[in-house]
């Protein structure tokens, strides 16, 4: 069975330029979590998405939006973009985004914003 | 709020040679632990957890780990390394509890280990 993919793989954007990333979750998994990885760091929760619903947001900015489509998959937007959202963004797909659950992991987007 | 700390940004070791990859966390109420691996230019990879019961955790590669809940550890052992273990490991919490964090994990920092033949 295929893992959790991510579109694309590397990204250059420039400051204050809007870019959109996106997610497909294993099949059968109906949650999908959004975390930011910058260098040298661990991953950051930014958001956990289940059956289309919202259901948790980290400490980001209102700049930083997600959305679930009918087929589990996910966009993350990021609206004027900063050098400091340069990041790897990894995408995380759940059964049911249970506490307990495993969160499988895709290979992340790598944003480079000049 | 929850946090985790991992007490070695680098570990060096030789091959077949023991491991121990420190983890403590801060919580207010119980958690969830796990461990998860990162090799280069890859995504995380789940190597155990602890979700209840004995507090020797086993997981895949042979590593494993124990939760102790006095001093809020969570270190990850293995016996013996091999240079395919050499990775970035982070160790990870979440609440067992409701509210927002419904399904978040807080990371640590990470630790490299490199293992050198």
């Known amino acids: 069975d295929a893992g959790v993919t991510q579109s694309p793989t590397h990204l250059i954007k420039t400051r204050g330029q809007h870019v959109t990333l996106r997610c497909s979750p294993i099949?059968?998994?109906?949650?999908v979590s959004w975390y930011q990885q910058v260098l040298g760091q661990g991953p950051q929760f930014i958001f956990q998405?289940?059956?289309?619903?919202?259901?948790g947001r980290g400490n980001f900015p209102d700049r930083f939006s997600a959305r679930q489509f009918p087929n589990y998959s996910s966009e993350l937007n990021v609206n004027a973009l900063l050098l400091g959202d340069s990041a790897l963004y990894l995408c995380?797909?759940?059964?049911?985004?249970?506490?307990?659950?495993?969160?499988?992991f895709g290979p992340g987007t790598r944003l480079t914003v000049l | 709020a929850q946090s985790v700390t991992q007490l070695d940004s680098q570990v060096p070791v030789f091959e077949e040679a023991p491991v121990e990859l420190r983890c403590n966390y801060s919580?207010?109420?119980?958690?969830?632990l796990f461990w998860y691996v990162q090799y280069p230019n890859q995504g995380l990879q789940l190597l155990l957890k602890?979700?209840?019961?004995?507090?020797l955790v086993k997981g895949i590669n042979g590593f494993e780990a124990e939760f102790n809940k006095s001093q809020t550890s969570f270190h990850l052992r293995k016996p013996s390394v091999h240079i395919s273990d050499t990775a970035e490991y982070f160790c990870?919490?979440?609440?067992?509890?409701?509210?927002?964090?419904?399904?978040?994990?807080?990371f640590g920092q990470g630790t490299i280990l490199t293992v050198h033949p």
């Open positions: 995380a797909s759940s059964l049911s985004g249970g506490r307990h659950n495993e969160q499988f």
């Open positions: 099949s059968g998994h109906k949650s």
């Open positions: 998405y289940y059956e289309k619903e919202e259901r």
């Open positions: 919580s207010s109420v119980s958690v969830y």
């Open positions: 602890y979700l209840s019961g004995s507090t």
């Open positions: 990870a919490v979440s609440d067992q509890t409701g509210g927002t964090s419904y399904g978040k994990l807080t």
